[in-house]
């Protein structure tokens, strides 16, 4: 048994045994990564426009995250929060120069970081009914959402494929029409604690909340006394060109959940709560084993280094704005596939006019990995390194796969 000579069980073979068939994966064992590639266990390299979900925000192996990781592995990974740490304390100072005045709380996922959200949206109504718990606690979400797989954030995401089978869900919720400012004022209600909303919806298909929108929200909630929380979980960290993508409406959220491309792979969520309604969580409020480890930190520091001293924010937007150009060209050429190109920076839309599977299947046999989100969209989301040459070689696979399809 496990001894050296046995016969090795093909990696595919394993996945079929004994891992929980929750995913409809792709045929595909990844076993390296340098930058914007990635190499499969026959040695096939691939562009990687998927970047686990928006997560590998410098690419893959980064010569100075791989060098903070293995100095902070060596010295110490995991202390519990009944202690302080050194990078913690740091990363939460970096994340408030970016959002403004407030406080930040570290956990491990996007999901993780909504449900505190939605915690402070409680915490937020009992405030507002005078201490009295069950009183004050509806949360307004957007149609077609996406914020994530535990009860709380499932509950938040009124998509009936993902919450099929899991009644009854947390009571509270309902959902406005994004970029339809008069939807959401009209579920409001004395009951209602908060609005909350992704600033792009990424699952969802790429639908950004407009500026207008979001002012408008901001007020609807000043108004009210309701929080603005903004799930920046996919467009945030500078995935956009800018750090936080509400930046682009000029407005200030009560509240920001953030994970993905923070860590640059390695995983840690983190809430930003602006000044006052920070004071709503205390000493036993909430709390999580793993959340802000040295080592995480070190990893998420590492990205917000090499973001600033690379640029990369400035790069994001300018080297985008041919890549997107050169993308909606695509869709003046094959007019029956390719429907539309929406999103921001590096977090980009193609709306196909059919099932984008087997496009898909094309593109990775093209050498390009992208996956897909809702209503017939395949995302593309480059890492933020990603350079010029890469993007426009993303284009001309997509060409080839297109031009091949149109033929057949
Ligand atoms: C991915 C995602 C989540 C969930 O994050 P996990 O880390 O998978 O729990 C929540 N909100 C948005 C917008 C996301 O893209």
Redesign the pocket.
């Known amino acids: 048994m496990n001894s050296p000579t046995a016969l090795r069980t093909s990696t595919a073979d394993l996945y079929d045994a004994h891992v929980m068939k929750n995913y409809a994966r792709a045929p595909l064992t990844l076993v390296r990564g340098r930058g914007a590639l990635v190499w499969d266990d026959q040695g096939k390299q691939f562009l990687d426009f998927t970047s686990g ?1 928006a997560v590998s925000a410098l690419g893959h192996c980064h010569p100075h995250w791989v060098a903070a990781v293995q100095r902070q592995a060596g010295e110490l990974i995991h202390t519990s929060n009944l202690f302080r740490n050194p990078n913690q304390g740091e990363l939460a100072r970096r994340l408030i120069g970016y959002a403004g005045p407030g406080r930040v709380f570290f956990c491990n ?4 970081a ?1 449900e505190a959200l939605i915690k402070l949206a409680r915490l937020h109504g009992v405030k507002k009914s005078g201490g009295e718990e069950g009183k004050c606690y509806k949360v307004i979400c957007a149609k077609n959402a ?4 535990t009860f709380g ?1 499932m509950s938040a995401t009124p998509q009936a494929k993902i919450q099929k089978g899991f009644a009854p869900l947390v009571p509270g919720f309902s959902f406005g029409e994004l970029n339809n400012l008069q939807s959401f004022a009209d579920l409001i209600d004395d009951q209602t604690a908060a609005i909350f909303v ?1 600033t792009i919806q ?2 969802g298909g790429v639908n950004a909340c407009t500026p207008e929108f979001l002012v408008g929200l901001r007020k609807l909630c000043n108004e009210r006394n309701l929080l603005l929380l903004l ?1 920046e ?2 467009c945030g960290i500078g995935r956009t060109g800018k750090f936080y993508a509400f930046e682009y409406a000029g407005v200030t959220p009560d509240a920001i959940g953030m ?2 491309g923070l860590g640059g792979g390695m995983p840690i ?1 983190a809430v930003w709560v602006r000044e006052n309604a920070a004071e709503l969580f205390q000493p036993g409020s909430h709390g999580t084993t793993f959340g802000g480890t040295p080592l995480a930190c070190a990893a998420a520091l590492a990205v917000l280094d090499v973001i600033e001293k690379e640029r990369l924010l400035e790069k994001v937007s300018i080297n985008s704005t041919t890549w997107i150009g050169a993308l909606k060209q695509l869709a003046t050429e094959f007019p029956a596939q390719l429907l539309g190109v929406r999103g921001q920076g590096y977090l980009v839309g193609l709306q196909l006019a059919s099932d984008p599977a087997p496009t898909l299947a094309a593109l990775r046999e093209a050498g390009l990995l992208a996956p897909m989100a809702g209503g017939n969209v395949i995302r593309l989301l480059p890492p933020l390194t990603a350079t010029p040459q890469e993007l426009a070689q993303s284009v001309e696979i997509l060409r080839k796969v297109f031009a091949a399809k149109s033929v057949a």
């Open positions: 979900i996922s996007g999901a993780e909504n996406f914020h994530g797989r954030g992704e990424g699952e799930d979980v996919q994970a993905k969520g």
